[in-house]
């Protein structure tokens, strides 16, 4: 009897010391766990999908969102930088499409408002898609099949950009990644991150990265200057947030980057230049928190990283609606 | 009594009559339906479709077979020509991946006895991919991801190139698009073709277009000189099957493209010259067949053509295995 007692006396207590030994009340985490979405109108969503996936929204008839926010690999191209319009070299590194609806503005130096204000840029970009807003529409007008979907998804057959880019960014706004192991532990499951990864995010947590890398999307929140306590030494010319404001504060401030999915994003920074997790720890410990991690350190903050890899948006590849004798072809080599 | 009698002898006469008045014994047709295919090896062919949709089998790690092949488009890009690394201005149009596994051999000359033979081609064509087979297979040998795929489908983790074309043609032998209209009407429903299609397929059929337009893939099955009646203007080099057998006679033949699905493989021939498929008809009637066809013959040849749009190949967007730290990023602008 008295052993008895003993026994479950041990049990309680183990019991009781499991929260204390993860060392987490996850109600009070500077991360949130990703919600999953259920979009209100699915018609938009479909619609809005294969005008992602549409490369005719290009002057080449080759480009499509999805070329450089490619859903099979984390919504990016994991390029240095993009390919463009005449294999134009773009200026800065495709950031994820995935969970973006999160990101208090768009673009690394946040010009546009919203996604819906976002997806017409690349269209009409030179060194994008190279088209315009113009013969989009016309494009699209001339697809009978695109016309029906206009049809049932705004009650309207006249096709213009806002429609467009609301059907787009209603698409995008369901490609969110819940369900991470991280998200996971937050919730609750003690046993979903191994002792490895628990030790990086409480290294994480402890050293400053979560000043910056905090809320559902761990980043996309503010923009900050990349080079706090040391001048990064950049090899491209953009300058963030300056371009956007015209304060001379706002130089080489950027959008904190989200850190969902960051093990499918790579390479990483708004230039593309760390190539691998290890090295983009450390040149942001030493830049921004003036801290040099060891090996080890590293290693364990790189392991909780790739925890944040979410359910990734899964669907059938659309199929376009064709285009008619009318649609104007492509014209990539003129 | 005699009433019914009479009624019953009309409705008899009638269902007779069906037959007779499509004018078609669909077993004696020289079209053959599309057969679905029921894959024997479904690890290999998810295999194929992720190495099919992965970009980083380019130099750049911006172009796929899916580029060029878009599943989404019929199986082509809808470009005259393709662009291949660099903006390269590709040689021929590319043809459509649907259905491929029924030709005779690959490319427009027949250079590829078959489909694991073609795959290879355009990784290693400077002017498509512009990647090496050695160099693919080192990438592919980096990403553990793959490893563990390859090991499954063939018992082994040391990938060749042979493995990777393999996985590839396994996948494309699968994007066969039965169930067009015009299959159901050869396998017994006389409702599932218009009067004007039907007309329009009589046309076809005895006009001569089902000399070198027949069998399943309604072309596929021959080479044939372009400009037989009347020579072709050609605006492209492309010297068809002589390319391959040296011999003076095979100028100008190329293989017959099938007219599968020929609503989404836009733009026409081995030049993408024709961007209708009215223009192609009529093109192709006066050249090959000395023919020249009213405008509604014509109307009706196309209805015909537009009702052998098959079921297209559906399935889940596939999503990539991450490189690994020791992968080679991709070289767009080297």
Wanted: net charge neutral; charged share 20%; with cysteine.
């Amino acid at each position: 009897m008295r052993r008895i007692r003993y026994f479950a006396i041990v049990i309680l207590a183990l019991a009781l010391a499991v929260p204390a030994w993860t060392s987490a009340q996850p109600a009070n985490e500077p991360i949130q766990p990703i919600k999953a979405v259920k979009p209100a109108n699915q018609e938009l969503v479909e619609l809005g999908k294969m005008l992602y996936f549409d490369p005719r929204l290009s002057k080449s008839g080759f480009i499509s969102c999805n070329s450089c926010h490619n859903l099979s690999m984390g919504g990016t191209d994991n390029l240095k930088t993009s390919i463009g319009h005449n294999w134009h070299k773009g200026p800065i590194n495709a950031p994820t499409v995935l969970n973006s609806s999160l990101n208090l503005a768009q673009f690394w130096d946040g010009r546009a408002a919203d996604l819906k204000a976002q997806a017409g840029g690349p269209i009409a970009n030179p060194g994008e898609m190279g088209f315009t807003h113009a013969l989009a529409v016309d494009l699209l007008q001339s697809i009978p099949g695109y016309v029906a979907l206009f049809k049932r998804a705004f009650g309207t057959e006249r096709v213009t950009i806002e429609e467009v880019t609301k059907a787009i960014a209603a698409f995008e706004e369901t490609l969110v990644t819940p369900n991470s192991r991280f998200d996971r532990w937050l919730e609750g499951d003690a046993n979903a991150l191994s002792e490895k990864e628990l030790a990086g995010y409480k290294l994480f947590r402890g050293s400053g990265c979560v000043a910056c890398h905090n809320g559902p999307a761990v980043g996309g929140n503010s923009f900050q200057k990349m080079g706090v306590v040391e001048p990064y030494k950049a090899t491209s010319p953009a300058e963030g947030r300056v371009a956007v404001t015209g304060k001379d504060a706002d130089r080489f401030k950027f959008k904190v980057p989200t850190l969902r999915n960051v093990e499918l994003t790579y390479p990483y920074f708004h230039d593309g230049e760390a190539n691998t997790l290890t090295q983009a720890v450390d040149t942001m410990s030493r830049l921004q928190l003036g801290k040099k991690f060891s090996d080890e350190e590293n290693a364990n903050i790189v392991a909780f990283l790739k925890s944040l890899t979410g359910d990734q948006p899964t669907f059938t590849l659309p199929l376009l609606p064709p285009s008619s004798d009318l649609t104007p072809r492509g014209h990539p080599f003129d």
